[in-house]
T-cell receptor, first 116, second 115 residues
Framework: EAGVVQSPRYKIIEKKQPVAFWCNPI?????LYWYRQNLGQGPELLIR????????DSQLPKDRFSAERLKGVDSTLKIQPAELGDSAVYLC??????????????FGPGTRLTVT | AQTVTQSQPEMSVQEAETVTLSCTYD???????LFWYKQPPSRQMILVIR??????QNATENRFSVNFQKAAKSFSLKISDSQLGDTAMYFC????????????FGKGITLSVRP
């Protein structure tokens, strides 16, 4: 079974530029999560999808961040414009579904973003 | 709001020895889950072990076991017979047993296993 796929693995951009991250969850997983992990910290949830619906985006900075999960499969997280403080690892995770933590979350390898 | 505290930033252990990683948490919930996740240098985070708060018996997965002290809100991970592949960051995490709850992670601890 293929794991959660993310691309790119690394991205370096100048501040004020846009950037996008892509995630393909494990087949059959209805729930998809985007996390941000700052250096030396644990991951923090940005947004959670149940199929196509964003059911928890309370931690997503909506002025510059956006996300979509068309057709309830893969997802894209976008930042526009990027700021220096956005440098972090962006992790995608998926689970079989259901709210809360009933099902194990499987994480992708992450995208390391550096904003200069 | 829940908080998870991992006060030890780094630990080191000799191969084949036993090491214990500490974690405390704070919550007003009575039903919840606790987790230990491992994040190797390649960065793919994987679940090591999971404990349900209503279960008194401590969870065990092969060389990994936990010491869950609900009253003290403590959740430590013991790694027996440490192996070089155990070198990684370890995160303690909490989730309330509610429909829309989310994982709250600690800051993590870097574990190095010495040959």
């Amino acid at each position: 079974e293929a794991g959660v796929v993310q691309s790119p693995r690394y991205k370096i951009i100048e501040k004020k530029q846009p950037v996008a991250f892509w995630c393909n969850p494990i087949s059959g997983h209805n729930t998809l999560y985007w996390y941000r992990q700052n250096l030396g910290q644990g991951p923090e949830l940005l947004i959670r999808y149940e199929n196509e619906e964003a059911v928890d985006d309370s931690q997503l900075p909506k002025d510059r961040f956006s996300a979509e999960r068309l057709k309830g499969v893969d997802s894209t997280l976008k930042i526009q414009p990027a700021e220096l403080g956005d440098s972090a690892v962006y992790l995608c995770a998926s689970s079989k579904g259901g709210g809360g933590i009933k099902y194990e979350q499987y994480f992708g390898p992450g995208t390391r973003l550096t904003v200069t | 709001a829940q908080t998870v505290t991992q006060s030890q930033p780094e630990m080191s252990v000799q191969e084949a020895e036993t090491v214990t990683l500490s974690c405390t948490y704070d919550t007003s919930e009575n039903n919840y889950y606790l987790f230990w996740y491992k994040q190797p240098p390649s960065r793919q985070m994987i679940l090591v072990i999971r404990q349900e708060a209503y279960k008194q018996q401590n969870a065990t997965e092969n060389r990994f076991s936990v010491n869950f002290q609900k009253a003290a809100k403590s959740f430590s991970l013991k790694i027996s017979d440490s192996q070089l592949g155990d070198t990684a960051m370890y995160f303690c995490a909490f989730s309330a047993r509610l429909a829309n709850s989310k994982l709250t992670f600690g800051k993590g601890i870097t574990l190095s296993v010495r040959p």
